[in-house]
């Protein structure tokens, strides 16, 4: 695999590219190992430097990606200067939460026509920024950044094993977009490339929210009839709320809304989803997070997400009973009752096409 694709990018005028990824858990991890498969010059930062010198000894992540040895043009470093100088496409790929520093370490190495894209899947807490949103804030001086992000239906662990994965990748200039489609696409690993930015981020960050709904669904065991029509509705508020934001509402319909809420909101490798289901099966958020290794976004998201909803005085109240159940005690049986108890209204908004529920 690694040959061939090495060779493909070669024939494209792709290789000796460098490639910086920014956080070494299970999807940057993965993602540092895909580049580095495509015979791309691969340097992994890792932000603790004891995590890094482990690494780079071993070979293998066996914390988060047990069982892929590195790639010989896959390096690691715990100095954030040395991973991103240099680096024609800079993936930034850190928890939500820890996003700002990461930027606020490493940004100002990285060359002024870098393209930077975010892996990450979330919303700041108290700002309501998202991750590009943050890139921007945080360049020196204002100056414009060549900015994109790749989300969509991906698992961490099956893309490392090399099992069939499609994604999407939404960058502000399509040259860009194309420029690393070009760079990162393999047979086994596909991407489409989109303009809408933001709608593309919105659709990863919030669908991590619905997913513990899901969850918690499945672990009160409700039915399948209950988690298809809950589905259906997250990705409602999804759409109501990208639109408001001003985001295509059909990104949403795509890989990275309706593609990775399904995965994630189904798939048992979905880390919200089982904190969810241990919710519905009466344990504690307290239990449930202690001595975690990864992080489940969705948790840390509902309260971006909600409070992001209520300032836009989007209607959102599935995220608002994700929210409740989370941070304010409630019994996710009896969120469950609230949901369906509401009153009774056309499944179309008057307008037709998504706005905004009276």
């Known amino acids: 695999m690694e040959t061939a694709h090495s060779s493909n990018n070669a024939a494209r005028g792709l290789a000796g590219q460098n490639v910086a990824v920014i956080g070494a858990g299970a999807w940057g991890t993965t993602l540092a190992l895909h580049a580095a498969r495509q015979g791309l010059p691969v340097r992994l930062w890792a932000r603790r430097p004891e995590f890094a010198a482990r690494l780079a000894e071993e070979r293998e992540n066996s914390a988060f990606v047990p069982g892929q040895k590195f790639p010989a043009a896959l390096s690691v470093t715990a100095d954030p200067a040395e991973a991103v100088e240099g680096a024609a496409v800079v993936l930034w790929v850190v928890p939500s939460h820890a996003f700002r520093s990461a930027v606020r370490l490493a940004l100002s190495h990285a060359d002024a026509d870098a393209v930077h894209v975010s892996a990450s899947k979330g919303i700041e807490d108290e700002s309501f920024a998202t ?21 969509g239906p991906s698992f961490a662990h099956e893309v490392a094993q090399g099992l069939p994965t499609a ?6 200039d399509q040259a860009d977009g194309l420029r690393v489609q070009s760079l990162l696409s393999a047979p086994v690993f596909r991407i489409y490339t989109s303009g ?5 981020e919105l659709g990863g960050a919030l669908k991590n929210v619905y997913a513990v709904a899901a969850g918690i669904c499945d672990g009160l065991n409700l039915g399948l009839n209950a988690r298809a029509a809950l589905i259906t509705r997250a990705l409602a508020e999804m759409i109501r709320l990208a639109k408001v934001l001003g985001a295509n509402p059909m990104t949403l319909s795509g890989l990275s809304g309706a593609g990775d809420l399904i995965l994630t909101a189904t798939g048992e490798l979905s880390r919200n989803r ?22 489940a976004e969705g ?6 997400v909600w409070g992001l909803a209520r300032s836009l005085e989007v209607s959102a109240p599935m995220a608002r009973e994700v929210y409740r159940v989370l941070y304010e005690g409630k019994q996710p049986r009896q969120g469950m009752v609230d949901l369906l108890t509401r009153r009774l209204k056309n499944e179309l908004p008057p307008d037709l096409d998504g706005g905004v529920e009276p």
């Open 131 to 151: 991750m590009t949103k943050i890139l921007d804030e945080e360049s020196a001086g204002g100056r414009p950044l060549r900015v994109g992000v790749l989300s």
């Open 196 to 200: 809408d930015v933001l709608g593309v």
């Open 274 to 295: 089982r904190v969810g289901l241990r919710l519905g099966a009466g344990e504690s958020l307290e239990a449930i997070l202690a001595g975690r290794r990864e992080v």
């Open 299 to 304: 948790v840390k998201n509902a309260k971006s």
């Open 167 to 172: 994604v999407t990748l939404a960058a502000r």
